[in-house]
Each structure stands twice: as C-alpha cells, then as structure tokens.
C-alpha cells in the first residue's frame, strides 16, 4: 500500500471539509468520494445496492450500514480510486469504520491517514448563522466573511437575502450535538489505532491546506 493515500476526513458541520477535500483530490489526483453522491448515482443507475438503498430512502429511513459499505466498495473498485481516495462523511460509526476495515483487509489495503479538521462549536455557529440566501436567485453571502453591498438585498439581482431555517442557531446546535455524539467514538477508534491527526481549521484556507498537506506528506 505504499505511497498510497486512503485517507478519511473529518470534521464537523461549518469546518470547510469540502474545499479542503476539493484542494487535495486537486493535488493528489485522487477522487472525493461522498456517500451522499455514491447514494444518488446508485439510485439514479438503478444498481441492485441502488435500488435496496431508494427502498430506505423512500422511506424516509436511514440506509443500513451494510447498504452503504456495499456502495462504497463498488465505487472504491473504479480505475480513479488506484492511486487512493479521499471518503468525505463516511464511516458515520464505529460499526462502518468497523465494516471499512474488514472490507479493506479482504482485499490486501487499509486506510493511511484519518485527518480531523477541529473547529470550536463558537467558530462553527459564527461561521454558519452569518449565511444568507437570496429568495429569488439564491445567491449565497456571509454576514461576516461575504457581505452584500446592501444590507439584506442581493449583489446580483435585488432579491431579499433570508436566513435558512436550517442556518438558524438552534439547528445547528442540534447538528453539532449530534455530530459530537456519533464522531466522538470514531475518533477514539482511529485515535486507538494510531491513525488519527487532528488540524486547526482556523485561519485562511491556504493555511489550512498546507498544515493538512505536511501530514500527509510526513
């Protein structure tokens, strides 16, 4: 497994694991697999595994563990996962981490890195609250980070900016609680295996990229 990068990012709601997991596939030539888009193109192809998770998802349920290992030993076996990949928002659990390694091992390979962008939950609400959505073209500003020319009225087409009710502070409280109880163990079992490195995930992206670069490059 030499040289290759199998990594696992994570991080909570608001911590900019999706810019980073963009800047590294960029990089290191290697995909960003989310279960959230393995799940939609599943559905979408109609595969067996596709169409056991839309019975699920119909539902309104969550797809079992199994379900979801499954799709994601189907994608890792594609021809851009040969030189690794980064999983974006998988494992959830200890029992999929627990699944991830076992499915892993069958096949000779393992994970190299188990990078956690750590954020404090003050930064995240900060971060997260200050969003604003334009009711007509729904354009995207920050408070803080993105203003608009005018307050509350959007750049490009006038349109009243709005808060989403789930950018509101109570929501995201929720999430974050929610975040911490599943991740927490799965941080622990990483952390027990040697694997896990933890990153700052304040200052500017560049920063941030370059501290995640030096780990992985260790």
């Known amino acids: 497994m ?13 911590a900019g694991k999706g810019t980073q997991a963009v800047k590294m596939a960029e990089k290191y030539n290697i995909p960003q697999i989310s279960t959230g888009d393995i799940l939609r193109s599943a559905v979408a192809a109609g595969t067996e595994l596709g169409k056991e998770a839309k019975k699920f998802m119909d539902r309104g349920d969550l797809v079992p563990d199994e379900v979801v290992v499954g799709l994601v030993e189907e994608r890792l076996k594609d021809a851009d996962c040969k030189s690794g990949y ?3 928002g998988f494992p959830r659990t200890v029992n999929q981490a627990k699944s991830l390694d076992e499915m892993l091992e069958g096949k000779g390979d393992g994970i190299s890195h188990v990078i956690s962008i750590d954020v404090d939950n003050a930064e995240l609400l900060k971060r ?29 087409c006038g349109g009243e900016l709005y808060q989403r009710d789930d950018d509101k502070e109570e929501t995201i409280k929720a999430r974050l609680k929610v975040y911490a109880e599943q991740t927490e163990p799965l941080i622990e079992y990483y952390s027990e295996k040697g694997l896990k490195r933890s990153i700052v995930g304040t200052g ?13 490059e260790e």
């Open 2 to 14: 030499s040289g290759k990068k199998n990594i696992i990012l994570l991080g909570p709601p608001g």
């Open 86 to 88: 980064i999983l974006d």
């Open 128 to 156: 997260l609250t200050g969003r604003r959505t334009c009711r007509e073209c729904k354009a995207m500003y920050h408070v803080v980070f993105e203003p608009p020319k005018s307050e509350g009225k959007c750049d490009k």
């Open 204 to 216: 500017g992206i560049g920063d941030i990229f370059k501290k995640i670069t030096e780990v992985l």
